[in-house]
């Protein structure tokens, strides 16, 4: 009876989301819910959770694109410390005949 109440009370607190996927992450998640006897809502939990505790990051600008740095080529090596001198370079801001 104990454990039937906790199961209640765990689902009581949980909110709906609805979510569209692509229909091979579905049979993926189906698949494996069946392999497992567990609910497809429990894998899709599991799923998650164990996503954000590996690739948790952080909600300040640098940690939003951190994973981005570096990423492209063929830009001037000193670009950052010289940002207006290209700005200028290459036109931007200034005012454009319509």
Not at 26 to 40: G, H, T, Y
Not at 54 to 70: A, F, M, N, Q, Y
Request: net charge positive; hydrophobic share 35%; charged share 30%.
């Amino acid at each position: 009876m104990l454990q039937g109440w906790q199961v209640c009370n765990t689902i009581l607190t949980m909110k709906t989301l609805t979510v569209r996927l692509p229909e091979r992450l579905v049979a993926e998640i189906d698949a494996e819910s069946r392999e497992r006897r567990m609910s497809k809502s429990d894998v899709i939990r599991e799923r998650l959770q164990a996503a954000n505790k590996s690739g948790r990051r952080s909600s300040t600008p640098l940690g939003l694109i951190g994973d981005l740095i570096g990423t492209v080529d063929g830009l001037p090596p000193d670009l950052s410390a010289r940002k207006k001198y290209y700005l200028k370079a290459t036109s931007y801001g200034r005012k454009r005949p319509r």
